[in-house]
């Protein structure tokens, strides 16, 4: 009997070599995925891609993307080369993410707000439409998307960045309700609060790494929310904290 919790599934994976997505897709392959690793980057690619064999995964799928560069035509045949490839697809997380930088709204410009929305927004929509034929013959298909606390909970300086991670826990909740037709399709939201991801580092420079929650921790989330433990719960927005907990003297 095979004990791994996604043995015989394809997973989609974006912004799969770096931060969350890059320790997620080595979590479902060593859960028995074959992951679909999408990112821009051709080496980085190539090295996750030698990572998940020699440690005994299924064989991956690589495919460089530049979603800046992206449109409907492009997720059309992305999903048609998904399905000549291997044939199904059962679930996609989107971890690729854009950020600029915190500021006032003040300094902020169109242009920014623009590619936020494109990669953290547009094209997390726009892709799973795509690759919408595909799960829905799927015997179990589960959508995750990456959401943002501050998308949740707006604050200063957050700006472009937390309404375009807003607008995906709209979209969640939006596509649960126009799917609960297919009772083996289901989507829902992840916001990951402080972990250790190059985000973050970016977004709390100050912070020691001992504050924030690990991605090991963070992972066996995502792997609860693809596979079927979770199901058939859709529509729900998961907000986590896995900073360690500061024990009272």
């Known amino acids: 009997m095979n004990d791994k919790k996604l043995a015989g599934r394809v997973i989609l994976v974006t912004g799969a070599t770096q931060g969350i997505g890059e320790a997620v897709s080595l979590r479902y392959?060593?859960?028995?995925?074959?992951v679909v690793l999408l990112a821009r980057g051709v080496k980085k690619l190539e090295a996750l891609y030698d990572r998940i064999v020699a440690e005994g995964g299924p064989e991956p799928l690589a495919i460089p993307l530049d979603l800046n560069e992206a449109n409907d035509d492009t997720f059309n045949?992305?999903?048609y080369q998904i399905h000549q490839a291997v044939g199904r697809l059962d679930g996609i997380v989107h971890c690729a993410a854009y950020f600029y930088a915190l500021s006032p709204l003040t300094d902020q410009r169109m242009d920014e707000w623009l590619n936020q929305y494109r990669i953290n927004t547009v094209v997390p929509f726009a892709l799973t439409r795509a690759c919408l034929p595909l799960l829905k013959v799927s015997p179990a298909a589960?959508?995750?998307f990456v959401g943002e606390t501050h998308g949740q909970h707006p604050a200063p300086y957050w700006g472009a960045f937390g309404a375009s991670k807003a607008g995906v826990a709209y979209l969640t909740?939006?596509?649960a309700n126009e799917w609960d037709i297919y009772p083996n399709l289901r989507v829902n939201l992840i916001a990951p609060g402080s972990v250790n991801s190059p985000q973050r580092l970016r977004t709390h420079p100050g912070e020691a790494k001992s504050e924030r929650g690990s991605l090991e921790a963070l992972v066996e989330h995502f792997v609860y929310w693809m596979g079927d433990d979770s199901a058939p719960q859709s529509g729900?927005?998961?907000e986590l904290d896995l900073r360690p907990q500061v024990q009272a003297v």
């Open 173 to 175: 909740q939006v596509a």
């Open 142 to 144: 589960s959508v995750l």
């Open 77 to 79: 045949n992305l999903a």
């Open 29 to 34: 392959a060593q859960e028995g995925a074959t």
């Open 236 to 238: 729900c927005i998961i």
